[in-house]
């Protein structure tokens, strides 16, 4: 039988502040052939953001449009701010049989396990909420009422956990590194999926 390999997706996903992104850093750093999806976003972009590459940065009625013409593979309100997942970017990267990793919202993440069975959810854990609120008040990338915002929704994110294949508790950030790359690959050399 010919048939072509096709990508797995990956979700990383957690509360703000857990680490998420510096996980994400690494892992694709480490491994460029894991592609890591660029979301659309209505947020603000913060000093250094360049879009097209931290985010697309658009318009919330061009957001809401997008919505309606069911661009998103996910999508969600977010702190105030939209976000979402590109439906056709995300699935043309997994038909030509690239690994796509999303790191995205707890909301977000069940929509993609919804619409895409075989996804694969890591669901990255604090140590606890006051390590993460200390975390959050440390990066100063939001102001402390969107740090508030933030942190009245982490027990209802946790919550959801159990929806997830897996969980990972970022405690040390060279162990969590390892038990998350380990993690991906393991599934990623599982049997895999055709197109
Ligand atoms: P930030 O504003 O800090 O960049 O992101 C806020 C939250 O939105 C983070 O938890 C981040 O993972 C999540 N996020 C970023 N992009 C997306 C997306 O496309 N979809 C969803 N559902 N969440 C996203």
């Given at each position: 039988?010919?048939?072509?390999k096709?990508?797995k997706?990956?979700?990383?996903?957690?509360?703000?502040?857990?680490?998420?992104?510096?996980?994400?850093?690494?892992?694709?750093?480490?491994?460029?052939?894991?592609?890591l999806s660029?979301?659309?976003?209505?947020?603000?972009p913060r000093?250094?953001?360049?879009n097209?590459?931290?985010?697309?940065?658009?318009?919330?009625?061009f957001?809401?449009?997008?919505?309606?013409?069911?661009?998103?593979?996910?999508?969600t309100?977010?702190?105030?701010?939209?976000?979402?997942?590109?439906?056709?970017?995300a699935?043309?990267?997994?038909?030509?049989?690239?690994?796509?990793?999303?790191?995205?919202?707890?909301?977000?993440?069940?929509?993609v396990?919804?619409?895409?069975?075989?996804?694969?959810l890591?669901?990255?854990?604090?140590?606890?909420?006051?390590?993460?609120?200390?975390?959050?008040?440390?990066?100063?990338t939001?102001?402390?009422?969107?740090?508030?915002?933030?942190?009245?929704?982490v027990?209802?994110?946790?919550?959801?956990?159990?929806?997830?294949?897996?969980?990972?508790?970022?405690?040390?950030?060279?162990?969590?590194?390892?038990?998350?790359?380990?993690?991906?690959?393991?599934?990623i050399?599982k049997?895999?999926?055709?197109?």
């Amino acid at each position: 039988m010919n048939q072509e390999k096709k990508g797995k997706i990956f979700v990383i996903s957690g509360p703000s502040g857990v680490g998420k992104g510096t996980l994400v850093k690494l892992l694709t750093g480490k491994h460029p052939e894991i592609v890591l999806s660029t979301s659309v976003t209505t947020r603000v972009p913060r000093p250094g953001e360049v879009n097209g590459i931290h985010y697309f940065f658009i318009e919330k009625k061009f957001f809401l449009d997008r919505i309606n013409k069911e661009d998103f593979l996910e999508w969600t309100e977010f702190a105030g701010n939209y976000y979402g997942t590109d439906k056709n970017i995300a699935d043309s990267v997994v038909k030509q049989g690239c690994n796509l990793l999303l790191e995205i919202d707890v909301k977000g993440a069940l929509q993609v396990k919804e619409k895409r069975a075989d996804a694969i959810l890591i669901f990255i854990e604090p140590p606890s909420i006051e390590e993460l609120k200390s975390r959050l008040f440390k990066r100063k990338t939001e102001s402390d009422k969107e740090i508030q915002e933030r942190l009245s929704i982490v027990k209802s994110e946790i919550d959801r956990k159990p929806e997830f294949n897996y969980c990972i508790v970022n405690d040390c950030l060279d162990r969590t590194f390892h038990e998350l790359e380990t993690t991906v690959i393991n599934e990623i050399n599982k049997t895999e999926s055709y197109k």
